[in-house]
């Protein structure tokens, strides 16, 4: 399996740590009933989404773009080090392999100019930080986090309310260090680079979308998380903070990107996790991209 390729003037890899069951679709996707479960496991399990115990088939993966100017990580996974006792399969996760990845991509953690966190969600922020003689420091020393401005707060608030771990161990000690930029969500960097507000998942959500003049491809973050959710749109996911905000935000989505060639870099669906857009019915098909 190839986790490299090239869009435009534009390579990407994907840096995949970790690719499991993760939880029973039905709890994971509460409105799914068994009737929509039966209808839609043979295509799923076809497409690696769904395993023979109905179990979601999830990827966690960073990718990193390398455009002409800079380079750059959207999402940094769960991270090594990290307690995290409401989430067993994550809690104190150790191992190379993730830098490895990274590495065999050409790339040092110092090369990374930008990371990017579609949101501040656990499984997605993890490794902006590494634990060096117990101090939380950030792993890509020379990059800009960028953060949307509203996310921020929102997740600040929530912590000042009662601990958030993951904001705790690896968004403040990102702000300590002075690494941080808070942007808006629908943030130009540059002619390459643009962030789309996708909110519903949590408040300030953003997508990324890359290309010049066009967006040869987006990365959707969580505002999506299993291809059923675009043949029905309307099946969000249990832990979204606004579920019927995701669920427009996740039709506006699909429906702009329909019959398209934009590559759409899921950050959850098995592998190869990018995928073109096309009508089903009422819905939308998504069509890896091998
Ligand atoms: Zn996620």
């Not at 990718?63 to 002409?68: I, K, L, M, Q």
């Not at 409401?86 to 490895?100: E, I, K, N, T, V």
């Amino acid at each position: 399996m190839t986790t490299s390729f090239q869009i435009a003037d534009m390579r990407i890899d994907r840096i995949i740590e970790g690719e499991y069951a993760f939880q029973g679709l039905q709890r994971f996707l509460p409105s799914l009933s068994d009737a929509m479960l039966a209808e839609n496991r043979g295509w799923l399990q076809e497409a690696g989404a769904l395993n023979a115990e109905d179990f979601l088939v999830i990827c966690v993966q960073s990718y990193v773009v390398r455009t002409p100017h800079h380079t750059i990580m959207i999402d940094t996974c769960v991270g090594n080090d990290k307690s995290r006792p409401a989430f067993p399969a994550w809690d104190m996760q150790s191992g190379d392999h993730y830098l490895r990845a990274l590495a065999a991509a050409g790339l040092g953690v110092e090369d990374i100019d930008y990371v990017m966190c579609t949101h501040l969600h656990v499984d997605h922020v993890g490794w902006n930080t590494k634990l060096i003689d117990g101090r939380w420091v950030p792993t890509f020393p020379k990059a800009k986090y960028l953060f949307a401005d509203k996310e921020y707060a929102y997740w600040n608030e929530q912590n000042a309310k009662s601990p958030v771990l993951p904001f705790q161990d690896s968004v403040l000690p990102i702000v300590e260090a002075g690494r941080h930029e808070l942007v808006s969500s629908a943030h130009e960097l540059n002619d390459h680079v643009r962030l789309m507000p996708t909110p519903g998942h949590t408040p300030d959500h953003y997508a990324v979308a890359i290309g010049r003049g066009r967006d040869a491809a987006v990365f959707t973050g969580d505002l999506i998380h299993s291809p059923i959710q675009a043949r029905h749109t309307e099946l969000s996911m249990r832990a979204d903070v606004d579920p019927i905000q995701s669920a427009a935000t996740r039709r506006a989505f699909l429906e702009r990107y329909c019959d398209t060639d934009t590559a759409c870099c899921t950050a959850h669906f098995p592998s190869p996790s990018r995928v073109k857009v096309r009508r089903w019915g009422e819905g939308f098909r998504c069509d890896p991209i091998g």
